[in-house]
């Protein structure tokens, strides 16, 4: 496996539903973010992790929670969504510092449908 | 607060054309980072190009190219002899130095026509 996986790559789900979402990244990054994409909206950044800890958390429901148990695997776990929170979920990891690599590098998403 | 603001929503062109596409953005940052994705139609987000704010020159990667114009705070992006695969949403992507997020503009949906 190359680069960034996640899994699954589609997901149903009801509302009364638990379910997670897993990324894992090949490159030897010390990031990686959760991103949601809606139809009509810019990408939103849902959550940071630098160094297994979270250091950015946008006014994200609770509903989502996240987990980084190392610097390669990151998980958003998924509990009483609501019909609005269906979406692409991207994942990304990048390598910050000081060398200055501040791309971002994306898995493929999952593609989130809450009935 | 940095912005990035594509005012693009939709391009079309033929094949073979070249195509820019606009992309503004605001920081107070003077060290910061440019970028360009792409995201084709099987969703997986791609690096096209990226520009240091420090560097004069523009980058540039085989068919694409970026204008970066640092004082009007503009960053296009200029594709040569378009090709059908070229067709996906283009983000541009804004990242101050020592800072872990990128600030994504809305995109512009390009569709290349055979």
């Known amino acids: 496996e190359t680069g960034v996986t996640q899994t699954p790559r589609h997901l149903v789900m009801g509302m009364t539903n638990k379910k997670s979402l897993k990324c894992e990244q090949h490159l030897g990054h010390n990031a990686m973010y959760w991103y949601k994409q809606s139809a009509k909206k810019p990408l939103e950044l849902m959550f940071v992790?630098?160094?297994?800890?979270?250091?950015e958390n946008n006014s994200v429901p609770s509903r989502f929670s996240p987990e980084c148990p190392n610097s390669s695997h990151l998980f958003l776990h998924l509990h009483t969504l609501q019909p609005e929170d269906s979406a692409l979920y991207l994942c990304?990891?990048?390598?910050?510092?000081?060398?200055?690599?501040?791309?971002?590098?994306f898995g493929p998403g999952t593609r989130l449908t809450v009935t | 607060a940095q912005t990035v603001t594509q005012s693009q929503p939709e391009m079309s062109v033929q094949e073979a054309e070249t195509v820019t596409l606009s992309c503004t953005y605001d920081t107070s940052e003077s060290n910061y980072y440019l970028f360009w994705y792409k995201q084709p139609p099987s969703r997986q987000m791609i690096l096209v190009i990226r520009q240091e704010a420090y560097k004069q020159q523009n980058a540039t990667e085989n068919r694409f190219s970026v204008n970066f114009q640092k004082a009007a705070k503009s960053f296009s992006l200029k594709i040569s002899d378009s090709q059908l695969g070229d067709t996906a949403m283009y983000f541009c992507a804004l990242a101050s130095r020592g800072a872990q997020k990128l600030v994504f503009g809305q995109g512009t949906r390009l569709t290349i026509n055979p």
């Open positions: 990304a990891s990048s390598q910050g510092g000081d060398r200055g690599l501040y791309e971002q590098y």
């Open positions: 992790y630098s160094l297994e800890e979270r250091v």
